[in-house]
């Protein structure tokens, strides 16, 4: 076991971890933040997609161990004042989602997206999910919801 | 949860960690992890201490020096895609590392983590082959430098010792003179097959992904090519002398026809 620290969605938090624990149950297990879901486990389907250090990464697939001393962001830590953060907004009124599963790693990895490239077209968009899987294939919505996040 | 339990050990530096690779028999040098952790999620590794090597920023870098471009072990194929040194002196290299795994993937594997860990259905290690790049390693004595064509020994395994860490990957600085080309099913496949095409020292080099044990060089397509033969004849020599695999991405055979046609697609865009 060894003590980590991080900042997660802006405040300072600690777990005793034992290095072979990744990220994401981190995450949902020791702090509780559930919103990060497990799906394939083996960083092909994006569910768990959380931002270290502003950039999306696939937290089954770091070390909670590595992400000791750095900023975590998860889908718990977008809003703002109870204000949805401008990508959750444009998944709602565009309807971005089916069952909903993949969501929380689709919103990060959209405004990671974003970040890096705030007026994509729609086949950059595409390409910047490529990494994110929607067994429920609503990718029609989601990338009309990451255009309308784009030009908001 | 990995299933087997390990030790961890943040290296501070890059002798640091030979060190501990020194120290210890069952470590393995972890970078971005995108290689190793899926292996041992999977059980297929189960070292005995992970050194993190992942913090050291010394070895994150693109810099150009005599007429070649010196490229950090640890840096990421985001910031190879991203890099402006490599899309105006070697622009093939980023457009490679654009189009490995997915952004979240980028964002955290490494050019040294990909070339080390020595897939075969890799992409860089292949174009690293066509342009003759040379692999930097510290070890306990010091650093010597690996010729591309003799650093990747056999399946994952690569002419590296278990006390070493690779620091930097030289690549001859080529400008717009190469391409890779790739086919795979779906988005963030590994490629079925591959084909690195650069122009060097008046020659053309092609080199091939997931035909074998080890990323190879389409002797028969450079032999045919320097003896004059056009694209299409000589791209139909691509698959002479390999020994693709068979798998549920394609077959041997399927992946000899794709060598040939993806190399004839590298060599036009190589010239157009």
Same mark, same amino acid.
């Given at each position: 076991? #060894? #003590?980590?620290?991080?900042?997660?969605?802006?405040?300072?938090?600690?777990?005793?971890?034992?290095? #072979?624990?990744?990220?994401?149950?981190?995450?949902?297990?020791?702090?509780?933040?559930?919103?990060?879901?497990?799906?394939?486990?083996?960083?092909?389907?994006?569910?768990?997609?959380?931002?270290?250090?502003?950039?999306?990464?696939?937290?089954?697939?770091?070390?909670?161990?590595?992400?000791?001393?750095?900023?975590?962001?998860?889908?718990?830590?977008?809003? #703002?004042?109870?204000?949805?953060?401008?990508?959750?907004?444009?998944?709602?009124?565009?309807?971005?989602?089916?069952?909903?599963?993949?969501?929380?790693?689709?919103?990060?990895?959209?405004?990671?997206?974003?970040?890096?490239?705030?007026?994509?077209?729609?086949?950059?968009?595409?390409?910047?999910?490529?990494?994110?899987?929607?067994?429920?294939?609503?990718?029609?919505?989601?990338?009309?919801?990451?255009?309308?996040?784009?030009?908001? | 949860?990995?299933? +087997?339990?390990?030790?961890?050990?943040?290296?501070?530096?890059?002798?640091?960690?030979?060190?501990?690779?020194?120290?210890? %028999?069952?470590? /393995?040098?972890?970078?971005?992890?995108?290689?190793?952790?899926?292996?041992?999620?999977?059980?297929?590794?189960?070292?005995?201490?992970?050194?993190?090597?992942?913090?050291?920023?010394?070895?994150?870098?693109? /810099?150009?020096?005599?007429?070649?471009?010196?490229?950090?072990?640890?840096?990421?194929?985001?910031?190879? *895609?991203?890099?402006?040194?490599?899309?105006?002196?070697?622009?093939?290299?980023?457009?490679?590392?654009?189009?490995?795994?997915?952004?979240?993937?980028?964002?955290?594997?490494?050019?040294?983590?990909?070339?080390?860990? +020595? %897939?075969?259905?890799?992409?860089?290690?292949?174009?690293?082959? &066509?342009?003759?790049?040379?692999?930097?390693?510290?070890?306990?004595?010091?650093?010597?430098?690996?010729?591309?064509?003799?650093?990747?020994?056999?399946?994952?395994?690569?002419?590296?010792?278990?006390?070493? @860490?690779?620091?930097?990957?030289?690549?001859?600085?080529?400008?717009?003179?190469?391409?890779?080309?790739?086919?795979?099913?779906?988005?963030?496949?590994?490629?079925?097959?591959?084909?690195? &095409?650069?122009?060097?020292?008046?020659?053309?080099?092609?080199?091939?992904?997931?035909?074998?044990?080890?990323?190879?060089? *389409?002797?028969?397509?450079?032999?045919?090519? &320097?003896?004059?033969? %056009?694209? &299409?004849?000589?791209?139909?020599?691509?698959?002479?002398?390999?020994?693709?695999?068979?798998?549920?991405?394609?077959?041997?055979?399927?992946?000899?026809?794709?060598?040939? @046609?993806?190399?004839?697609? *590298?060599?036009?865009?190589?010239?157009?």
């Amino acid at each position: 076991m #060894r #003590r980590i620290g991080m900042t997660v969605n802006g405040s300072p938090r600690t777990a005793d971890v034992e290095p #072979r624990e990744l990220l994401v149950y981190v995450l949902r297990e020791h702090l509780g933040l559930t919103g990060t879901n497990v799906g394939c486990d083996t960083s092909s389907c994006g569910a768990c997609t959380v931002l270290l250090n502003g950039e999306s990464v696939k937290s089954c697939t770091v070390l909670g161990v590595q992400a000791d001393g750095q900023e975590i962001t998860t889908i718990e830590g977008l809003a #703002r004042n109870g204000e949805l953060h401008p990508v959750q907004q444009a998944f709602h009124e565009h309807h971005g989602l089916q069952c909903g599963y993949c969501t929380p790693g689709f919103v990060l990895a959209a405004v990671s997206l974003l970040n890096e490239n705030p007026s994509p077209s729609e086949a950059e968009i595409r390409e910047g999910l490529e990494g994110n899987l929607c067994r429920c294939t609503g990718y029609h919505n989601i990338v009309k919801a990451v255009q309308a996040a784009a030009s908001s | 949860m990995i299933p +087997s339990q390990f030790d961890y050990e943040l290296a501070g530096t890059a002798d640091e960690a030979v060190g501990l690779l020194s120290q210890h %028999d069952d470590a /393995k040098l972890l970078a971005g992890g995108h290689s190793l952790l899926p292996l041992m999620r999977l059980r297929f590794a189960s070292p005995a201490l992970l050194v993190d090597i992942g913090r050291l920023s010394e070895l994150s870098y693109i /810099k150009e020096a005599d007429g070649s471009i010196a490229i950090g072990a640890l840096t990421r194929h985001h910031d190879l *895609a991203g890099s402006d040194v490599l899309r105006e002196r070697c622009a093939v290299i980023a457009e490679t590392a654009e189009g490995i795994g997915d952004p979240q993937v980028r964002h955290r594997g490494t050019i040294g983590g990909s070339v080390t860990h +020595s %897939d075969p259905a890799s992409d860089l290690p292949t174009v690293l082959l &066509a342009l003759e790049a040379e692999m930097v390693a510290r070890g306990p004595s010091g650093e010597r430098a690996i010729a591309a064509a003799d650093f990747f020994t056999g399946f994952l395994e690569s002419a590296l010792r278990d006390n070493e @860490i690779l620091t930097e990957i030289r690549v001859p600085a080529i400008g717009s003179a190469g391409a890779y080309v790739k086919f795979n099913r779906r988005a963030q496949d590994w490629a079925t097959v591959g084909v690195a &095409a650069v122009r060097l020292n008046g020659a053309t080099n092609v080199a091939l992904t997931n035909m074998g044990a080890t990323p190879l060089r *389409a002797a028969g397509v450079e032999e045919a090519l &320097a003896a004059g033969a %056009d694209t &299409a004849a000589a791209s139909a020599q691509a698959a002479n002398g390999t020994s693709p695999p068979s798998d549920t991405n394609g077959s041997a055979e399927y992946r000899a026809h794709l060598a040939s @046609i993806l190399t004839k697609r *590298a060599l036009e865009a190589l010239d157009g």
